[in-house]
């Protein structure tokens, strides 16, 4: 584990100007589901060592899903870096992981609870909001970030199982946690929903997990319209390829060596690169007038809606 953990930090010596970016082609690699960061070559970059906190998140308490690896570890880190602690919602199979990030989480000076479940089913969502709630006393933030995909060439290799589980992964638990969590929350908290580019402009190969992104960015902007009044600001974002697990875990070695490379900046995001939207959308001092919007991180894509 220290070794892990020594691996997942290499990165905070040196500063953003030192470092280059992570260019494909990559070395071929894949995971069985749902894949875990500490096996990933190249180590995604969730440090953000350029990122100087504010104290914009002072105080606050923030229940991220998928928090032990990906766009959740390092929006977990740059939480804490603001001020926040945190709940992190994993697999699992996903431990590992998970106390990777509580570790970094409690370098930033911050806490992290671990609640490990399966998002699947209504009674861990509830579970990880009420469990927050004994935990911390309070909750500000909720950023749905829990996701599962699979590639199918056909419609006709999504059976019902697949169907069923892409659904309840990424849309249901999303639905779950919010209805959860909004009684808890108070004028100022905010809801952050990952969403895709793929639910802006679908993707062939994809047809259950885009339909869930669309799903997810209208869910979006139906909830900021309903929490308005109450002061509960929802927003998303929506990333085009990031390296994380995920996508190690989906696709075949040989597609994920050259993961990004299409994009006009040649390679994917870093989840580092994610997080800094969330943390924007987090925070009243910059988003207080900011609800119902869908931001797209796309590496220089622009035909995106």
Aim: aromatic content about 8%; hydrophobic content about 35%.
């Amino acid at each position: 584990m220290s070794d892990m953990r020594t691996r997942a930090t290499q990165d905070q010596q040196t500063s953003t100007d030192d470092r280059q970016p992570l260019q494909p082609p990559f070395p071929e690699q894949h995971q069985s589901r749902p894949g875990l960061e500490s096996e990933m070559t190249p180590a995604p970059r969730f440090e953000a060592p350029g990122y100087v906190g504010s104290g914009k998140l002072n105080g606050k308490v923030a229940i991220i899903t998928g928090g032990d690896s990906g766009i959740g570890r390092a929006t977990a880190v740059l939480f804490a870096r603001e001020g926040a602690s945190v709940t992190i919602a994993y697999l699992p199979a996903e431990q590992q992981d998970a106390e990777v990030t509580a570790d970094l989480v409690g370098q930033e000076g911050q806490r992290c609870y671990l609640c490990a479940g399966d998002l699947k089913e209504r009674e861990f969502c509830d579970q990880v909001v009420s469990d927050t709630i004994k935990h911390y006393g309070r909750l500000d933030l909720l950023v749905n970030n829990a996701a599962y995909q699979q590639h199918r060439k056909d419609i006709a290799e999504i059976d019902d199982e697949q169907w069923d589980r892409t659904f309840r992964t990424n849309i249901y638990a999303y639905f779950y946690l919010a209805r959860a969590a909004v009684p808890h929350m108070g004028p100022g908290s905010a809801i952050i929903n990952v969403g895709s580019i793929t639910g802006l402009e679908g993707s062939g190969q994809l047809l259950d997990y885009s339909a869930t992104k669309g799903a997810i960015h209208a869910f979006t902007k139906s909830l900021a319209q309903n929490l308005v009044s109450k002061g509960i600001r929802v927003n998303a974002v929506a990333p085009g390829p990031v390296w994380t697990p995920l996508n190690v875990a989906d696709k075949p070695a040989e597609k994920v060596a050259v993961f990004g490379q299409d994009t006009p900046m040649k390679r994917p995001a870093q989840p580092e690169e994610i997080a800094p939207a969330i943390v924007f959308f987090a925070s009243n001092s910059d988003a207080s007038y900011v609800t119902g919007e869908v931001l797209s991180l796309l590496g220089g894509e622009t035909t995106a809606a």
